[in-house]
């Protein structure tokens, strides 16, 4: 099953300093409804807590790949 994304990170070809920033303006730029595909080499989840506070209610995370290697999460603006 092949989903269509609005857009797409791979946070792995970002310096660490940048990795939240870039992530955070895909998001930001995510029309209600849209979603963007974060690929990452770990388990994301200090972002999430991040997009708990910082994006309270505007957000939906679904872990479309769990590791070992790759996590792959679909994130929606609601």
Do not use: C
Request: charged residues 25%; without cysteine.
């Amino acid at each position: 099953m092949s989903e269509t994304f609005a857009s797409s990170v791979n946070a792995t070809e970002y310096p660490p300093h940048l990795k939240h920033k870039v992530i955070f303006e895909t998001f930001d730029n995510l029309s209600s409804g849209e979603a963007m595909l974060l690929v990452n080499d770990h388990d994301p989840a200090p972002l999430r807590y991040q997009f708990e506070l910082e994006r309270a209610n505007q957000f939906s995370w679904e872990y479309l790949e769990r590791g070992p290697e790759t996590f792959r999460i679909k994130i929606g603006r609601l």
